[in-house]
């Protein structure tokens, strides 16, 4: 592990911490306007498994976003890309994640990207079994594999919250329907479970570094030595979280930072360092774009003073 890392990563944090008040805690999902908006906690997790953390590494919290890399590749293991692309686009928006702006825009329903929300249902209606319970049974057990092994559960809470108060993914999802990117034998409703569930998926930091040192050896957890994803699918899912994986603030994040992260709304942000590092950050106030503010502050400082960016 980087010296200049385990020297100076909790004065580093602290530092980010700081810009915490500049955003806010989510509450459209009304459960998650509970969460700590001062809170922030890193783990950044290397090839054998050595780890550095500090901050709220102990906060729980549901994947939301995020959860949207990991079904994408689990779709593509069911689909194969021809099957996944069919129904999804591969360019970035420019829009808010929950837009409806360009659905209309180009072939009418198809959403630009698996990671905007319309993309992300989408990508859901994909993924293989034959009832919404063993679609999210499946969906836990592929990211629990991931994540380490250790049992992750969905926050019901959370899942509750967000189903009740779903009117925009709930209008997403119609639209798509009647566009028949959600075929005929769909029921949308079903659809809409099994991603409010993948959303609610809990975690803490260091789970979450664990799924990220994954994706930074191309799908092969270099602890063990197990592949759990093909390669090309994980290359397809950087692409994308370098392309837009923090919403409209991407092409920012990408010349600031210059590595692959995905964010989520509860203020997580899953990020690596190709080959290197995973890493796992949560900090829940959130900036105007959706992405957590004091950790987006804190990568962008680990990658200047460590020159991590790809570019
Ligand atoms: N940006 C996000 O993290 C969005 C996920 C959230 N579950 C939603 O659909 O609104």
């Known amino acids: 592990m980087n010296e200049q890392l385990i020297t100076h990563l909790p004065r580093w944090l602290e530092a980010s911490r700081a810009h915490a008040h500049e955003g806010k805690v989510a509450a459209y999902i009304p459960e998650l306007a509970k969460a700590p908006g001062n809170a922030l906690g890193i783990s950044i997790m290397g090839k054998t498994g050595e780890t550095v953390a500090a901050g709220d590494t102990s906060l729980m919290f549901t994947m939301q976003s995020i959860s949207k890399i990991f079904t994408l590749m689990l779709a593509l293991v069911d689909n194969g890309e021809d099957g996944v692309f069919a ?33 992300a249902i989408a990508v859901t209606s994909l993924i293989h079994g ?42 997403l999802a119609y639209f798509l329907k009647d566009n028949e990117v959600l075929g005929e034998e769909i029921d949308v409703e079903d659809v809409l479970s099994v991603y409010f569930q ?24 270099p602890i063990t030595g197990r592949e759990h994803i093909p390669r090309r699918y994980v290359q397809i899912a950087k692409t994308f979280m370098l392309m837009c994986g923090m919403y409209n603030a991407s092409g920012e994040f990408a010349i600031r930072a210059g590595i692959p992260a995905k964010s989520g709304v509860s ?7 190709p080959g290197i590092y ?6 829940p106030a959130l900036g105007a774009k959706g992405n957590s503010t004091a950790g987006v502050h804190l990568l962008e400082t680990l990658s200047g003073q460590l020159e991590w960016s790809m570019m």
Do not use: W
């Open 130 to 171: 034959s009832s919404p319970a063993e679609k999210s049974g499946r969906v836990l057990r592929y990211f629990q594999d991931i994540a380490g092994g250790a049992p992750l559960a969905i926050n019901e809470e959370v899942y509750r919250s967000e189903s009740a108060t779903a009117h925009r993914n709930r209008s």
């Open 87 to 119: 129904k999804v686009g591969m360019e970035p928006t420019g829009d808010d994640f929950n837009s409806m702006l360009k659905l209309e825009l180009v072939e009418p329903g198809k959403p630009f990207n698996p990671l905007i929300n319309a993309g």
């Open 198 to 221: 993948h959303c609610s998926i809990e975690i803490n930091v260091e789970q979450l570094s664990r799924m990220a040192l994954v994706l930074a050896f191309n799908g092969t957890d």
């Open 278 to 283: 995973g890493i796992g950050v949560v900090g």
């Open 267 to 273: 203020g997580g942000i899953l990020a690596m360092v």
